[in-house]
């Protein structure tokens, strides 16, 4: 401090804005937006029901239906998928754990909300990730979003999404697909971008139209980075429906927040451990699925 | 389907973002390193002029860097010209719409490029029916269409394997395939064989000689390699740093190379094979002497049916077995060497 007392008081206290100014713009910014959302309330309300419906719908189907029903359902799905006996087994040996442990409602509810969260961001991600492909400046637009998407921290995009829905599924999914997108969107804008510049030559040489090149070209030969995109939001909307729990998605998560509360060191890992699990099939199965995509490339002439 | 002429007329082509500002700078004689070092533009095509004949090989051949790649991709507008009209059936190739130059890359055009360019998720047989899928051409059509030409090219039996599960001989006649299977008028070969063993390559020219004499289309090939260029070339332009530096038949560039450049190129090529008797007989004066030997026949081959006769002397005979000119062994031989002040030449160049 002995520094500054020779000094004038502008290079020793960074000059910011009067507390009274701060608060003042506060106020105004935050009565603005609330006074938005109160007058618009009813339209908004209008406009999520069906979503809100939808979600109700799928968790409803999801835990309702007779757990074998389920989980054969399931596993159909994950063989299907992945081709796999072990896959299935262990898909199989999870269930039944988390069915064993009493998490089986709660599990089901986590994997309808994962589902539609994968399937928003998959569904809004690829077109997108292709558009910004495609032209130079809508990916100079989008990548910064994506940059502020990615590394804002979830909590704080949870408030106006709050503000504007309430407490929710609606909310709690917007929030998922918000994290969630990022990666689909810029693994498909990549895996586009990366595909071999001869071969679009040859499709344009013989005619094709943009429609053409993408269906024919572009999309097959960045699926394998397309499926990366769509892995890592698997993983994503996982990881964040737990944070969506403080907003009222129910599940697992909700189970996790309780555990923090109250340290319950037990019920959290259990809980901890069935997200796991839950993540295992899902990222097993959606890879085994993409390399049985990418059959032609292993063949090698020799 | 009769063939049609591909015009070349004053093109010029500048790559960088103001290429057509420069244009009548190129036009009153900039040159290409003052083009590159003052404004940063590359010159790849000046003033080039060809006529390239309708049902037959037009080569176009230079060494890497000389606009042979540039000039091919201008026919089917790949490359946006920056100067200068691609004529074909006389309408100008640069100033088609989309849709018109859709439908002529889609009717008139086939391309095979030298990095074959398969779509590795396809098998053999979607490959090749691409180009007629895009047309919109039914499945089962196209489907016939397509085996037809894969067996053409020797490839029955790999219909349903990955380009990845195919030799470099074997992707590029898939490449061939899919470009024959659309049935163009005209047929683009971009190095096409470069990438090839040379016994393959062989192979391979002699698989596209077979299928031109039958169906005559207007091939354009690109390449570096000199003996390729005669071996299929009904014309030859060879191209360096953007310019044409000479045009002709194979044999008019040997015979008269252009320039010390050129001369240096066709010093290591087999003479042999590419000379024809007619070429150096000498009008018949009195009676055919020898053995008859018909036109158009190389002097290599002349030279072999003579030495196994065990003569030194023949007449030439046109297509009516009219004996047109006379020809000694003595001539041929002569004529087969690569002729001493070409060496100096080429030395000079070098």
């Given at each position: 401090m002995a520094l500054c007392d020779?000094?004038?008081a502008v290079v020793c206290r960074f000059?910011?804005?009067s507390d009274s100014t701060i608060r003042g713009g506060r106020k105004v910014i935050d009565e603005g937006f609330k006074g938005l959302v109160r007058s618009y309330s009813s339209i908004i309300d209008a406009a999520v029901q069906p979503l809100q419906t939808f979600l109700n719908f799928l968790e409803r189907l999801f835990v309702t239906s007779p757990w074998p029903i389920v989980l054969t359902v399931m596993l159909v799905v994950v063989y299907s998928c992945s081709r796999s006996q072990n896959v299935t087994i262990g898909t199989a040996a999870a269930m039944l754990f988390i069915g064993l442990f009493g998490l089986w409602n709660d599990a089901m509810v986590t994997l309808a909300m994962t589902t539609v969260c994968t399937l928003f961001a998959v569904v809004l991600g690829i077109p997108i990730g292709i558009l910004m492909a495609r032209f130079d400046r809508v990916q100079s637009f989008v990548n910064p979003v994506l940059d502020v998407m990615q590394t804002m921290p979830s909590f704080v995009y949870l408030i106006p999404v709050v503000m504007v829905f309430?407490?929710?599924?609606v909310p709690g999914m917007i929030a998922v697909v918000i994290y969630a997108i990022p990666p689909m969107i810029r693994l498909t804008n990549l895996g586009i971008r990366l595909v071999d510049r001869e071969v679009l030559e040859a499709a344009d040489a013989f005619g094709s139209s943009s429609w053409q090149k993408l269906k024919n070209v572009q999309f097959p030969l960045a699926l394998p980075t397309i499926m990366a995109g769509i892995n890592q939001t698997i993983m994503m909307s996982l990881a964040m429906v737990v944070v969506a729990s403080m907003v009222g998605v129910g599940g697992l998560g909700k189970n996790v927040l309780g555990a923090i509360n109250n340290q319950f060191f037990t019920v959290g890992f259990l809980n901890g451990f069935a997200l796991v699990a839950i993540a295992i099939i899902f990222d097993r199965t959606s890879q085994a699925y993409g390399k049985r995509l990418q059959k032609h490339t292993e063949v090698v002439h020799g | 389907m009769a063939s049609h002429a591909i015009e070349i007329r004053n093109l010029y082509k500048i790559f960088g973002p103001n290429g057509v500002d420069f244009i009548d700078r190129v036009k009153a004689g900039m040159s290409k390193s003052e083009l590159n070092e003052?404004?940063?533009?590359?010159?790849?095509?000046?003033?080039i002029n060809i006529s390239m004949p309708a049902g037959g090989v037009m080569v176009v051949m230079g060494l890497s860097g000389s606009g042979k790649s540039t000039l091919i991709r201008h026919i089917n507008r790949l490359i946006e010209p920056t100067a200068g009209e691609v004529l074909y059936d006389g309408v100008d190739v640069c100033r088609m719409n989309e849709a018109d130059l859709r439908d002529f890359r889609r009717h008139k055009t086939a391309m095979v490029f030298q990095k074959f360019?398969?779509?590795?998720?396809?098998?053999v047989i979607e490959n090749t029916v691409y180009g007629l899928e895009i047309q919109g051409v039914p499945a089962a059509e196209r489907q016939k269409r397509a085996r037809h030409w894969i067996e053409r090219v020797g490839?029955?039996?790999?219909?349903?394997?990955?380009?990845?599960?195919?030799?470099g001989g074997m992707q590029q006649r898939v490449g061939l395939a899919r470009a024959l299977t659309n049935d163009a008028d005209i047929l683009l070969m971009d190095?096409?064989?470069?990438?090839?063993d040379p016994l393959i390559r062989v192979d391979m020219q002699t698989v596209l000689l077979e299928l031109q004499k039958e169906l005559k289309k207007t091939v354009v090939f690109i390449t570096h390699d000199l003996d390729e260029a005669l071996r299929l070339g009904d014309k030859i332009a060879i191209l360096r740093d953007g310019k044409v530096v000479q045009q002709g038949t194979g044999q008019e560039i040997v015979l008269n190379p252009a320039d010390d450049y050129i001369t240096a190129f066709v010093k290591?090529?087999?003479r042999g094979r590419v000379i024809n008797v007619e070429t150096i007989m000498t009008p018949l004066a009195g009676n055919p002497e020898g053995m008859p030997i018909a036109a158009g026949t190389v002097l290599e081959a002349a030279a072999r049916a003579m030495t196994a006769a065990n003569q030194t002397i023949a007449h030439v005979v046109d297509a009516s077995n009219r004996p047109i000119g006379s020809i000694p062994l003595a001539a041929i031989i002569a004529s087969m060497v690569t002729p001493a002040e070409h060496d100096q030449h080429a030395q000079a160049a070098a």
């Amino acid at each position: 401090m002995a520094l500054c007392d020779n000094m004038p008081a502008v290079v020793c206290r960074f000059p910011a804005l009067s507390d009274s100014t701060i608060r003042g713009g506060r106020k105004v910014i935050d009565e603005g937006f609330k006074g938005l959302v109160r007058s618009y309330s009813s339209i908004i309300d209008a406009a999520v029901q069906p979503l809100q419906t939808f979600l109700n719908f799928l968790e409803r189907l999801f835990v309702t239906s007779p757990w074998p029903i389920v989980l054969t359902v399931m596993l159909v799905v994950v063989y299907s998928c992945s081709r796999s006996q072990n896959v299935t087994i262990g898909t199989a040996a999870a269930m039944l754990f988390i069915g064993l442990f009493g998490l089986w409602n709660d599990a089901m509810v986590t994997l309808a909300m994962t589902t539609v969260c994968t399937l928003f961001a998959v569904v809004l991600g690829i077109p997108i990730g292709i558009l910004m492909a495609r032209f130079d400046r809508v990916q100079s637009f989008v990548n910064p979003v994506l940059d502020v998407m990615q590394t804002m921290p979830s909590f704080v995009y949870l408030i106006p999404v709050v503000m504007v829905f309430g407490i929710g599924k609606v909310p709690g999914m917007i929030a998922v697909v918000i994290y969630a997108i990022p990666p689909m969107i810029r693994l498909t804008n990549l895996g586009i971008r990366l595909v071999d510049r001869e071969v679009l030559e040859a499709a344009d040489a013989f005619g094709s139209s943009s429609w053409q090149k993408l269906k024919n070209v572009q999309f097959p030969l960045a699926l394998p980075t397309i499926m990366a995109g769509i892995n890592q939001t698997i993983m994503m909307s996982l990881a964040m429906v737990v944070v969506a729990s403080m907003v009222g998605v129910g599940g697992l998560g909700k189970n996790v927040l309780g555990a923090i509360n109250n340290q319950f060191f037990t019920v959290g890992f259990l809980n901890g451990f069935a997200l796991v699990a839950i993540a295992i099939i899902f990222d097993r199965t959606s890879q085994a699925y993409g390399k049985r995509l990418q059959k032609h490339t292993e063949v090698v002439h020799g | 389907m009769a063939s049609h002429a591909i015009e070349i007329r004053n093109l010029y082509k500048i790559f960088g973002p103001n290429g057509v500002d420069f244009i009548d700078r190129v036009k009153a004689g900039m040159s290409k390193s003052e083009l590159n070092e003052k404004y940063g533009h590359v010159l790849g095509l000046q003033d080039i002029n060809i006529s390239m004949p309708a049902g037959g090989v037009m080569v176009v051949m230079g060494l890497s860097g000389s606009g042979k790649s540039t000039l091919i991709r201008h026919i089917n507008r790949l490359i946006e010209p920056t100067a200068g009209e691609v004529l074909y059936d006389g309408v100008d190739v640069c100033r088609m719409n989309e849709a018109d130059l859709r439908d002529f890359r889609r009717h008139k055009t086939a391309m095979v490029f030298q990095k074959f360019a398969l779509l590795p998720h396809r098998t053999v047989i979607e490959n090749t029916v691409y180009g007629l899928e895009i047309q919109g051409v039914p499945a089962a059509e196209r489907q016939k269409r397509a085996r037809h030409w894969i067996e053409r090219v020797g490839l029955s039996g790999f219909e349903n394997h990955y380009p990845n599960q195919l030799s470099g001989g074997m992707q590029q006649r898939v490449g061939l395939a899919r470009a024959l299977t659309n049935d163009a008028d005209i047929l683009l070969m971009d190095e096409a064989y470069s990438a090839l063993d040379p016994l393959i390559r062989v192979d391979m020219q002699t698989v596209l000689l077979e299928l031109q004499k039958e169906l005559k289309k207007t091939v354009v090939f690109i390449t570096h390699d000199l003996d390729e260029a005669l071996r299929l070339g009904d014309k030859i332009a060879i191209l360096r740093d953007g310019k044409v530096v000479q045009q002709g038949t194979g044999q008019e560039i040997v015979l008269n190379p252009a320039d010390d450049y050129i001369t240096a190129f066709v010093k290591e090529v087999n003479r042999g094979r590419v000379i024809n008797v007619e070429t150096i007989m000498t009008p018949l004066a009195g009676n055919p002497e020898g053995m008859p030997i018909a036109a158009g026949t190389v002097l290599e081959a002349a030279a072999r049916a003579m030495t196994a006769a065990n003569q030194t002397i023949a007449h030439v005979v046109d297509a009516s077995n009219r004996p047109i000119g006379s020809i000694p062994l003595a001539a041929i031989i002569a004529s087969m060497v690569t002729p001493a002040e070409h060496d100096q030449h080429a030395q000079a160049a070098a």
